[in-house]
């Protein structure tokens, strides 16, 4: 074999076996060397360059850092017997990493023993409670609503001994000495959301709409007074307006008549004769059609001037 070729193969030996024994660990992380899946020594918390043996040994990482946890929405049944979706967080972290790896191997069998740890105080602590003490935190003043009656705004709520906040201390101390011994420590515990389950989601909007509508019938009654008052008012300027304008225009066509009556009569004095022949001529037209039959007697008024025509022919 030739000299290059060995020098590579014992170089490419050397990185491998440099690669198994270097391991670096960062400021987040702690280590648990295994040997053949047995710890060995104690755990590795300071960060740095460390050794180990190639092949036999083997590097477990672990973080420092807090972690979350993330818990499924749950119904739950309640002190008074109402079920309630609780949906649940936590953070956590790895206190002892060699006690973890012993009890729990990694982070998933962590999430895994606390998903049992944290559900089931979870739902001890909301089953021994009722639904006002879950969903409140505190005895605060309402807030008066300004829509409400006299006898609506004395209405108070019902002091409560036990908050949320305090049902999420005893969730939390209780999963804290369930979790002692597993090198894990549970720093806090918090209810992400609750609710009703869909049933009584829909009763409580019913009841909410109710109470709502019933708020709301007496502005909309105002509402409809009112619209109704401006609609009367609106029907009285117009007809008092339509009124006021026809009784201008009866006052003009009655000056027109007036006037027209004056020039007709100033007409009339001025050539009475010719007048009348002027009016006959205009009714002629107006009266007798292209088939028209009309008996007249000789000696009346309109006949007189179609007399005078058919002698004068």
């Known amino acids: ?3 290059g070729v060995i020098l590579v193969f014992a170089a490419v030996l050397v990185l491998i076996l440099l690669a198994g024994t270097v ?7 702690q280590v648990v060397v295994t040997q053949f899946g047995r710890p060995v020594g104690d755990a590795v918390l300071k960060p740095g360059i460390k050794f180990k043996i190639p092949f036999i ?17 749950n ?4 002190k ?3 079920f309630l979706l609780v949906d649940t967080y936590a953070r956590w972290r790895i206190t002892d990493p060699l006690k973890f790896f012993q009890r729990l191997q990694n982070e998933r069998g962590g999430l895994s023993r606390l998903d049992d740890i944290i559900d089931g105080e979870t739902r001890n602590a909301v089953a021994n409670h009722v639904v006002m003490e879950i969903v409140r935190s505190t005895n605060r003043e309402v807030e008066r609503d300004s829509d409400l009656t006299a006898d609506e705004q ?9 908050g949320r906040l305090d ?11 369930r979790t002692s011994d597993l090198g894990i420590e549970i720093l806090d515990v918090r209810f992400k959301r609750i609710n009703y389950n869909r049933e009584v989601q829909r009763t409580v909007y019913q009841r909410m709409i109710a109470e709502r509508t019933r708020i709301a019938q007496p502005f909309r009654s105002e509402g409809l007074g009112e619209s109704a008052r401006i609609r009367g008012e609106k029907e009285r300027e117009l ?16 000056r027109a008549d007036a006037e027209a009556t004056n020039i007709y009569a100033a007409a009339y004095n001025r050539d009475p004769e010719f007048y009348q022949f002027y009016k006959t001529m205009e009714v002629y037209p107006a009266t007798l059609g292209k088939d028209a039959w009309l008996v007249l007697t000789t000696d009346s008024d309109f006949f007189r001037y179609l007399k005078g025509v058919g002698s004068r022919r």
């Open 167 to 177: 049902i999420q201390a005893v969730i939390l101390a209780e999963s804290q000495k």
């Open 57 to 73: 040994q083997k590097a477990h990482f672990f973080e420092k850092r807090f972690l979350e946890w993330n818990g499924d929405p």
């Open 23 to 29: 391991y670096v660990v960062d400021e987040t992380q």
């Open 154 to 162: 004395t209405i108070t709520l019902e002091r409560v001994e036990t």
């Open 80 to 82: 008074d017997k109402r």
């Open 239 to 254: 007809k008092s307006i339509e009124s006021g304008a026809f009784r201008e225009a009866e006052e003009i066509k009655g």
């Open 1 to 3: 074999m030739k000299p």
């Open 75 to 78: 119904e739950v049944p309640t």
